[in-house]
């Protein structure tokens, strides 16, 4: 059997808690290769909100590639090019993955079970990949819709207090992220002058 774990996001930037909290569950479920999905434009976040695509995949690239077993796939921005849906890019990781022994695992935070009313064909995810379900701040499986909560396999983690919505505004208002992501992410971001 190989399991492969997919992380998808929008890594608007990725940071340290990505690959701290990814690696983590890739030990624990005994993942054989952990694929990290950056969304192309996710239905759930207006378009001004998100930097564009080219730079958020170099990025995830450098965060994640580093890590044995980890790989950066541009499967979303090959194939779309209005919004990217989980549940389609499943779909073609199936076609390119075919075979029985082959085990998908969708690791998501539980921010997004509690919006998963809100995705495309979230029953049908349950049937793709096995949902997993990472713990974060100042969320609960009170606020998750019985069904969806039943179904997860809840994975629970170290608390990290990181999202890449603080890095953007830290850089926004001229704070230091060196505590918060790598050396070549702040670089790249510094160099590109991004998120000003």
Not at 29 to 39: E, H, Q, R
Not at 142 to 150: F, G, L, P, R, S
């Amino acid at each position: 059997m190989i399991k492969i774990g997919i992380f998808g996001g929008t890594f608007n930037p990725p940071h340290l808690a990505h690959s701290v909290l990814s690696q983590k569950v890739k030990e624990i479920l005994g993942l054989d290769k952990l694929i990290f999905i950056p969304s192309f434009l996710p239905p759930l976040k207006r378009e001004e909100e998100v930097l564009e695509i080219r730079h958020r995949f170099v990025m995830a690239k450098i965060a994640f590639e580093r890590n044995p077993g980890c790989e950066v796939s541009d499967i979303e921005i090959n194939c779309s090019t209005e919004k990217s849906y989980t549940v389609d890019t499943l779909s073609v990781l199936h076609e390119i993955f075919k075979g029985p022994d082959v085990k998908f695992f969708l690791i998501i935070g539980i921010d997004n079970l509690i919006d998963f009313p809100k995705w495309k064909s979230p029953e049908k995810l349950f049937t793709l990949a096995d949902v997993v379900v990472i713990n974060r701040p100042g969320c609960t499986f009170k606020n998750v819709k019985k069904e969806y909560a039943e179904k997860a396999l809840f994975v629970e983690l170290p608390l990290m207090d990181i999202s890449s919505t603080m890095i953007r505004d830290y850089v926004k208002n001229g704070k230091p992220i060196s505590h918060l992501v790598l050396p070549e992410i702040e670089s790249y971001i510094n160099n590109n002058k991004l998120y000003k």
